[in-house]
C-alpha cells in the first residue's frame, strides 16, 4: 500500500517526496496557478521525466521496487492531515502504482 502522509505532523519512517528533493513540485501555488493548476502541471512534468528516463524516473522506479516488498509513504509538506486536499504525492503515488503495474503485465 501506497499512502502519502505530512511531513511536519507523520510519526513514522518515510520517503521525503518535497521539496528539494528530485520528486518536489517545481511549480509553486501562487507563483504558477492555484493548488490545482500547480498539481497539474506537475503531472505533465513528471510524465516529460519519465519519458526522458531522468534521474526523476529512476527515483520513481526505486520507490515501485520498496512499493513491491510492503508498504510505502510519501511524506511532504502540502498533504493536510485533518483533510483531504489534492497533493503532488497523489500524482507520484498514480505513477508508482503505474510503473508496477507495468511490470506485472510484462
Known amino acids: 500500500m501506497i ?11 518515510g520517503v521525503y517526496i ?3 528533493s ?11 496557478g492555484t493548488r490545482d493548476e500547480v498539481i497539474a502541471q506537475y503531472r505533465v512534468w513528471l510524465w516529460q521525466q519519465i519519458k526522458e528516463q531522468s ?3 529512476q527515483e520513481l522506479q526505486r520507490l515501485a521496487i520498496q512499493a ?3 508498504d ?3 511524506l511532504c509538506w502540502c498533504k493536510e492531515s ?16 503505474w510503473l508496477n503495474e507495468k511490470a506485472q503485465s510484462m
Open 3 to 13: 499512502r502519502t502522509e505530512n511531513k511536519k505532523t507523520w510519526r513514522g519512517g
Open 18 to 20: 518535497g521539496r528539494p
Open 22 to 32: 528530485l520528486l518536489g513540485n517545481p511549480f509553486y501555488i501562487g507563483a504558477h
Open 55 to 57: 534521474p526523476v524516473f
Open 68 to 70: 513491491q516488498q510492503g
Open 72 to 74: 510505502l509513504v510519501l
Open 82 to 97: 485533518d483533510r483531504e486536499v489534492p497533493c503532488h504525492g497523489d500524482i507520484v503515488k498514480a505513477a508508482v502504482h
